[in-house]
């Protein structure tokens, strides 16, 4: 969602704001803005639309300035318009913010009957005219910015300048990141370890309710009850050149065919194959005593999430319960003592899983957080972190994420099982060798894209696509669902392949597609039979399989390597990605950053 970029530098701040605002547009945008203070003098130029519209205004009219803050907007309250876009400023001041104040509307109401104007209708300006009607009563910038910041109720990241002094920044942060970076005579503010790549590597991750106070020269954090604290400094392993495409065209395509690389470094780290066993990070907690595992997440985490239920169930014998995070918390779940609450999030920052993370550690859960981003808030909540090692997604749509979040499930799975006396020595270095055989099966998976490019030609005028699966499978058909309708905007719906015929099978014509996933497994012939009736409505099915025996009447068949329970899954996931993407290439859309979308979804 929102990125925010603060420099107090030596150097001009626009250029360097522009590239960090660029590191921040795959968490998706749709207008932007940047201030400077020069000579004590704040200015800003904003734009709707993507970047290039912003550098185009700049080109027109430049700013200068050592001293700069700027932001990606993704529209929650007003239009993607100029007038909405960040920075908002007054003659005191300038303010970019992520998140969401939700006491806008009493606290606009209290300065419009002082006679306050406002120029546009987001909740940001609410913060901007309180701000400077704390400065016009003379109190100092530092007091106005904690007046301020006692009186918002809701997320928030905010950002500020102030005018009549180039060398001073205040950052806060109240459910939404904001992270500080060290430099040499300079500091910045920035809303993940990506804004800020490229210009520091020492990084202090500001905790729920810190303030902080930058200078150039130096930097006072203090926590929410106003006392000053100190922070430890992190060092990032973001590196400005992990957010390159390299030779790809889109960073979705990058990051698809990364998947066998990426892997490989997260099945490394709980591993051991010479030993044939799986190691997990030390536990606060005896996983032998887990009366129950809840799995929580969103989108595609939660594909993975009810992937992992079929392994923890036939693996560990454990019950699991899996839920979308938006609905947990508020459908009142009933906990069991001592059960492992997991929350699955590539970002460690969407809110809705945060908040239901909450919930359940409020219950007394034990917590653990399966996520990409190790300074994440989830990661520092939670009991138990089980990093995916995926390195930076940019692509919008989660592709390598996902993979490894199943390669990290899925040990996890054996080691439960391990723990539970019900996987013994033998069998865990089976499963062991099994899951060391995935990279190598995806890289063989990737070598066919060709061929589903060529599918995804003939697909790719359709209006409505339809994905079926059985068992484990059938989380996969509906990721391929999700992903193939978020980047080439055709309606896909992911099905159980036994599920068809009470109902959606009346959707079948000879102008749907439908993507029937079938591994030679133990189901194998329930789905083929599924889809055989399809085709005996002149449904065009294309097989995922690697059984070749049942080609005839298909549209297509794209073929699999044989991979077990354990692997198929992850495997599988690739196919769809690629149709997914060469659909969504064949159409023209914006593969990377598609239309209303946001990588970290921050606000409920
Ligand atoms: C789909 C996609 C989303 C995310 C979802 C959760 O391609 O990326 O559905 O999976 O927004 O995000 P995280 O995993 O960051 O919590």
Redesign the pocket.
């Known amino acids: 969602m929102c990125g925010i970029i603060g420099i107090l530098g030596k150097t001009q701040a626009v250029p360097r704001m522009m590239e960090a605002l660029k590191r921040l547009e795959y968490r998706g945008y749709d207008s932007a803005g940047v201030a400077t203070v020069a000579d004590g003098r704040l200015d800003r130029r904003r734009a709707p639309g993507k970047l290039s519209a912003l550098e185009a205004v700049l080109a027109d009219s430049p700013l200068a300035g050592l001293s700069g803050i700027g932001h990606t907007r993704w529209a929650t309250h007003g239009e993607p318009t100029e007038a909405n876009a960040h920075p908002h400023m007054t003659d005191r001041i300038a303010i970019v913010h992520n998140g969401i104040i939700e006491n806008f509307r009493p606290l606009k109401d209290e300065l419009l009957a002082t006679g306050v104007r406002f120029e546009g209708e987001t909740d940001t300006e609410v913060v901007a005219r309180l701000l400077t009607r704390y400065l016009n009563e003379g109190l100092a910038p530092r007091d106005a910015f904690r007046k301020t910041l006692g009186r918002l109720e809701g997320a928030f990241a905010l950002c500020v300048l102030i005018s009549g002094d180039d060398d001073l920044m205040f950052g806060a942060r109240e459910g939404s990141p904001l992270v500080v970076g060290l430099g040499d005579g300079e500091n910045y503010l920035g809303s993940d370890a990506m804004a800020l790549a490229g210009l520091s590597n020492r990084l202090i991750y500001l905790e729920e309710g810190d303030w902080a106070e930058l200078k150039r020269g130096g930097l006072q954090v203090y926590d929410a009850a106003g006392n000053p604290v100190t922070r430890p400094v992190t060092l990032s392993q973001v590196a400005a050149t992990m957010v390159d495409k390299g030779n790809h065209r889109h960073f979705m395509q990058k990051e698809i065919f990364e998947q066998p690389t990426v892997v490989a470094q997260a099945l490394g780290r709980y591993l051991d194959p010479n030993e044939g066993t799986v190691r997990l990070p030390d536990m606060p907690f005896e996983l032998a005593d887990i009366p129950k595992v809840t799995l929580v997440?969103?989108?595609?985490?939660?594909y993975a999430a009810q992937v992992a239920r079929y392994w923890i169930e036939k693996i560990a014998r454990v019950p699991v319960e899996v839920d979308i995070a938006s609905e947990f918390r508020y459908r009142d779940p009933v906990y069991q003592a001592g059960g492992l609450a997991i929350f699955?999030?590539?970002?460690?920052?969407?809110a809705d899983?945060l908040a239901a993370l909450r919930h359940a550690k409020a219950a007394g859960q034990r917590i653990a957080a399966l996520v990409n981003v190790m300074g994440s808030t989830m990661a520092r909540e939670a009991d138990l972190v089980l990093p995916i090692h995926a390195g930076p997604e940019i692509g919008?749509?989660?592709t390598k994420?996902f993979t490894c979040q199943l390669s990290v499930l899925a040990a996890f799975a054996i080691k439960l099982g391990v723990a539970r006396g019900l996987v013994d020595r033998a069998r865990e270095a089976d499963y062991v060798s099994e899951l060391e055989q995935t990279p190598k099966l995806m890289a063989r998976v990737l070598h066919n894209d060709g061929k589903m490019a060529e599918i995804a030609r003939q697909i790719a005028d359709a209006r409505d696509i339809l994905f079926v699966g059985r068992g484990i499978q059938f989380p996969i058909a509906m990721e391929g669902a999700?992903?193939l309708k978020?980047i080439s905007y055709i309606h896909a719906e992911g099905y159980a392949a036994g599920e068809l015929k009470h109902g959606p099978i009346a959707l079948i014509d000879e102008k749907v597609p439908v993507i029937g996933l079938a591994p030679k497994d133990e189901l194998i012939d329930k789905t083929v039979s599924n889809l055989q009736e399809i085709m005996a409505r002149k449904g065009r099915v294309v097989l995922i399989s690697d059984n070749a025996e049942h080609e005839d009447g298909l549209l297509a068949r794209f073929p699999m390597p044989p991979a077990g329970d354990l692997v198929a899954p992850i495997l599988y996931a690739i196919p769809v990605q690629l149709l997914a993407y060469y659909t969504a290439v064949e159409k023209g859309t914006d593969v990377d950053q598609p239309r209303n979308l946001a990588?970290?979804?921050t606000v409920e």
């Open positions: 997440a969103c989108g595609t985490s939660y699955i999030s590539q970002s460690g920052e969407t899983t919008v749509a989660s994420a999700l992903k978020e990588k970290s979804v």
